[in-house]
């Protein structure tokens, strides 16, 4: 049973960084679909940054470009992202998820909410002005 568990939540002021960690486990094949998800209260649920364990591919939301990184250590079975310059509108409950390797419309682990299979319980982040 693949498993995703997010943790590293917090509260920061504008300007500050974050580094959320995802435990996973019992991935059946390489080259699974890693991601962080972000949901404001009233609003779906959105992608922020994707990528293909074992691989260079990463996505970014515009919105988060050149702010947020995701990596991944592999031998430790646990995927990262992490946050600079946060900004109030940063602020969101951030989950973790996971699937097997699938390409939309040619881009391998598009951040679309509805091909994601596994998903961590969330965690808070609170960025104050």
């Known amino acids: 049973q693949v498993q995703v568990a997010e943790s590293g939540g917090g509260s920061v002021q504008a300007g500050g960084s974050l580094k959320l960690s995802c435990e996973y486990s019992?991935?059946?094949?390489?080259?699974?679909?890693v991601g962080w998800f972000r949901q404001v209260a009233g609003k779906g649920r959105k992608g922020v940054a994707t990528?293909?364990?074992?691989?260079?591919?990463?996505y970014y939301d515009e919105s988060v470009e050149d702010r947020f990184t995701i990596s991944s250590d592999d031998s430790s079975n646990i995927f990262y992202l992490h946050m600079t310059n946060l900004k109030p509108e940063d602020t969101a409950i951030y989950y973790c998820?996971?699937?097997?390797?699938?390409?939309?419309?040619?881009?391998?682990?598009?951040?679309?909410?509805?091909?994601?299979?596994?998903w961590g319980q969330g965690t808070q982040v609170t960025v104050s002005s």
């Open positions: 019992n991935f059946p094949s390489p080259g699974y679909c």
């Open positions: 998820a996971a699937s097997p390797p699938l390409a939309v419309a040619g881009q391998w682990c598009a951040p679309r909410t509805g091909m994601w299979t596994y």
């Open positions: 990528a293909k364990l074992s691989t260079e591919i990463k």
